[in-house]
């Protein structure tokens, strides 16, 4: 086999998904992005944009750099609306591929006028998710599109996913490589234990367990982090040549946002929106309608429809709840954590935990069987 064959053989094997899990993917993410991720804070945020003066205007490397000032706030709105449109149809899956891409383009266009006062957040993730899911055919279940009977063509495509997996492990190695570049690997400074200061004392974030981390005074601990932080940064380039060993990375990435958030109270929740991707979410489907199916007493088809229709409302009630009290700013004040960000890097972590004793107990069984 040829070399060019071997690669596909590699693309095609490496995730492979069905129609029912795309769809449940598709329901999850656009409700994330819609209670959580929708870039800005809303029309005051957009309105103060639109006045800044142009000696303000320094947008990012890309498209914004073809501007030479914030556009008029008819525009931030214009863009808003295009982009809760969107969303809305590719959670319905309505024209799923040209709603996602559009949702995705929107949130691009967002991103880049906000980050045009000179202060840029990774958050590049929430629009390629929906931009690159487009084409892996993830409105044909649980959508409008599958009623309608369009596409035609709608096979589940994996390869999306392998795309996004090669684009987080290459944001990871980035970030890890000059970590080796800037000394991190000198056993006579500590860089994670300088950075806790400085989010401290300088950026006063001192919310969770950041005082306690902050008088942790030891060498070897704060050491050995920084070894890690760039083994798991830079290995992550790795991983990407198998799911299960990519998978794996991803539970070490959700312990590793549960530390910063604790320590340093950062959250990197956009990056959750990608990483909900690589769960499986073939079996979530079946569990979801086994569930329904016990506490319905109905079968058929329309269950397979009605189950999933229950699980996209109670996520709502759920999102709807965390949303309004992350809104009433009633805990971490001396940070600018959000609530709903701790709920659900928290409830990431209880996921990977849970995860990682259904594994262990699996592999016990097998052994006791084989005995």
Same mark, same amino acid.
């Given at each position: 086999?040829?070399?060019?064959?071997?690669?596909?053989?590699?693309?095609?094997?490496?995730?492979?998904?069905?129609?029912?899990?795309?769809?449940?993917?598709?329901?999850?993410?656009?409700?994330?992005?819609?209670?959580?991720?929708?870039?800005?804070?809303?029309?005051?945020?957009?309105?103060?944009?639109?006045?800044?003066?142009?000696?303000?205007?320094?947008?990012?490397?890309? @498209?914004?750099?073809?501007?030479?000032?914030?556009?008029?706030?008819?525009?931030?709105?214009?863009?808003? *609306?295009?982009?809760?449109?969107?969303?809305?149809?590719?959670?319905?899956?309505?024209?799923?591929?040209?709603?996602?891409?559009?949702?995705?383009?929107?949130?691009?266009?967002?991103?880049?006028?906000?980050?045009?006062?000179?202060?840029?957040?990774?958050?590049?993730?929430?629009? #390629?998710?929906?931009?690159?899911?487009?084409?892996?055919?993830?409105?044909?279940?649980?959508?409008?599109?599958?009623?309608?009977?369009?596409?035609?063509?709608?096979? @589940?495509?994996?390869?999306?996913?392998? /795309?996004?997996?090669?684009?987080?492990?290459?944001?990871? /190695? *980035?970030?890890?490589?000059?970590?080796?570049?800037?000394?991190? &690997?000198?056993?006579?400074?500590?860089?994670?234990?300088?950075?806790?200061?400085?989010?401290?004392?300088?950026?006063?974030?001192?919310?969770?367990?950041?005082?306690? !981390?902050?008088?942790?005074?030891?060498?070897?601990?704060?050491?050995?982090?920084?070894?890690?932080?760039?083994?798991?940064?830079?290995?992550?380039?790795?991983?990407?040549?198998?799911?299960?060993?990519?998978?794996?990375?991803?539970?070490?990435? #959700?312990?590793?946002?549960?530390?910063?958030?604790?320590?340093?109270?950062?959250?990197?929740?956009?990056? !959750?929106?990608?990483?909900?991707?690589?769960?499986?979410?073939?079996?979530?489907?079946?569990?979801?309608?086994?569930?329904?199916?016990?506490?319905?007493?109905?079968?058929?088809?329309?269950?397979?429809?009605?189950?999933?229709?229950?699980?996209?409302?109670?996520?709502?009630?759920?999102?709807?709840?965390?949303?309004?009290?992350?809104?009433?700013? &009633?805990?971490?004040?001396?940070?600018?954590?959000?609530?709903?960000?701790?709920?659900?890097?928290?409830?990431?972590?209880?996921?990977?935990?849970?995860?990682?004793?259904? *594994?262990?107990?699996?592999?016990?069984?097998?052994?006791?069987?084989?005995?």
């Amino acid at each position: 086999m040829s070399n060019r064959g071997l690669l596909n053989q590699w693309i095609e094997n490496w995730c492979r998904v069905s129609a029912e899990g795309l769809g449940l993917m598709r329901i999850f993410s656009s409700l994330f992005i819609l209670f959580f991720l929708i870039p800005g804070e809303g029309a005051l945020h957009f309105a103060w944009l639109s006045t800044m003066p142009a000696d303000f205007f320094s947008p990012p490397p890309g @498209p914004m750099m073809i501007l030479d000032q914030f556009p008029p706030f008819a525009v931030f709105q214009a863009i808003h *609306t295009i982009l809760m449109v969107s969303l809305i149809a590719m959670l319905a899956g309505y024209r799923t591929k040209w709603a996602s891409i559009l949702t995705g383009v929107s949130i691009l266009l967002l991103q880049g006028l906000i980050f045009s006062v000179g202060k840029v957040n990774h958050e590049i993730l929430i629009a #390629v998710v929906p931009a690159a899911m487009a084409f892996s055919n993830w409105g044909g279940r649980f959508s409008i599109d599958s009623i309608r009977k369009e596409p035609k063509n709608s096979e @589940p495509e994996s390869w999306p996913l392998l /795309f996004i997996a090669i684009l987080i492990a290459f944001m990871m /190695f *980035t970030a890890g490589f000059p970590k080796i570049l800037g000394g991190w &690997l000198d056993p006579s400074t500590q860089a994670t234990y300088g950075h806790l200061l400085n989010q401290f004392f300088v950026k006063e974030r001192q919310d969770l367990l950041a005082a306690f !981390f902050v008088q942790f005074d030891n060498v070897i601990f704060w050491e050995f982090l920084d070894w890690a932080t760039i083994l798991f940064e830079v290995g992550f380039l790795v991983s990407v040549f198998k799911l299960k060993w990519f998978r794996i990375f991803l539970c070490f990435a #959700v312990l590793f946002h549960f530390s910063t958030m604790m320590s340093l109270n950062i959250a990197f929740l956009p990056n !959750f929106l990608a990483y909900a991707l690589f769960l499986n979410w073939d079996r979530i489907y079946t569990f979801n309608h086994q569930l329904y199916k016990r506490a319905t007493g109905k079968l058929g088809e329309r269950s397979k429809h009605r189950s999933v229709l229950a699980a996209a409302l109670i996520l709502v009630v759920l999102f709807a709840i965390v949303r309004w009290m992350s809104s009433m700013n &009633l805990a971490l004040t001396r940070s600018d954590l959000l609530l709903h960000e701790v709920v659900f890097i928290s409830g990431a972590v209880l996921v990977v935990v849970v995860m990682a004793l259904m *594994t262990i107990r699996k592999k016990t069984v097998s052994q006791h069987q084989n005995r």
